[in-house]
């Protein structure tokens, strides 16, 4: 637990209530990478802080919208840049997927989507680029991984419907998103998994670039936007 708060600036510490993490630990990246890697049994990688808030903020649990905080301290292992297992959302109608709202709170994150054909094989993969205090939508009906291919613990911080669970069965049934990000002198390079039958290139934008149903605000973050007008994030559910 140590490791995980020693990762958190204080500001982050001093605004929000954190419940215990749930920790992945190096075992569950086991054949999700491009290389095997040891089991690493107990070794954490990353920290989840679930439904954290600022004390008296009762607001989120009245609107049925989740803000959690993940910790990645950086590492690469087997030459990949170290990453969260990836999932994909429920649905929430019969077309439509839960969409999910990120910001970078500390550190540089690049954030993989991929949207996948009817039989699961790749469609369209996404990499985002974002940096401290930027933010970045997840869309509908697309999977996603998180990257840290920085030199610094990555903090971020996410806004999702309360009640869904992730899905890891697509991902995990491919070994792994379609792509995976290698470090390759001080940048990275992506590799394409070979178990996708499609290949298809990816494309490259920075948090800037990316659209969202809400504005860049600068010097507010998300946390502030959902309590000034909670009601423009229904998209959310």
């Not at 030459?79 to 999932?87: C, F, L, N, S």
């Not at 019969?94 to 540089?108: A, F, H, M, R, W």
């Not at 996708?196 to 504005?215: F, T």
């Amino acid at each position: 637990m140590a490791s995980a708060v020693d990762g958190i600036n204080s500001l982050v510490l001093e605004r929000f209530e954190l419940c215990d993490p749930q920790i992945r630990f190096q075992e569950a990246l086991q054949g999700l990478t491009l290389y095997p890697i040891a089991a690493g049994e107990g070794v954490p990688i990353y920290y989840m802080f679930r439904d954290s808030r600022k004390k008296g903020a009762s607001v989120w649990k009245e609107k049925g919208i989740r803000y959690d905080i993940t910790v990645i301290p950086p590492q690469v292992l087997q030459g990949e840049y170290i990453k969260t297992i990836g999932h994909f959302h429920p649905h929430k109608n019969d077309q439509e997927t839960y969409s999910e709202y990120y910001e970078v709170l500390q550190g540089k994150a690049l954030f993989l989507f991929q949207k996948n054909t009817p039989d699961q094989d790749v469609e369209e993969v996404v990499f985002v680029y974002a940096e401290s205090g930027e933010k970045v939508f997840v869309p509908s009906n697309y999977g996603h991984v998180t990257i840290n291919p920085g030199d610094e613990t990555l903090i971020i911080c996410n806004l999702v419907e309360t009640h869904f669970t992730s899905d890891y069965t697509a991902i995990q049934e491919k070994q792994g998103a379609a792509y995976f990000c290698v470090k390759e002198g001080k940048g990275e390079t992506f590799i394409p998994n070979p178990n996708y039958k499609n290949l298809v290139i990816p494309k490259i934008y920075q948090a800037s670039q990316w659209p969202g149903p809400i504005p860049a605000t600068t010097g507010k973050d998300l946390y502030d936007l959902f309590l000034e007008a909670p009601d423009r994030f229904e998209f959310l559910k």
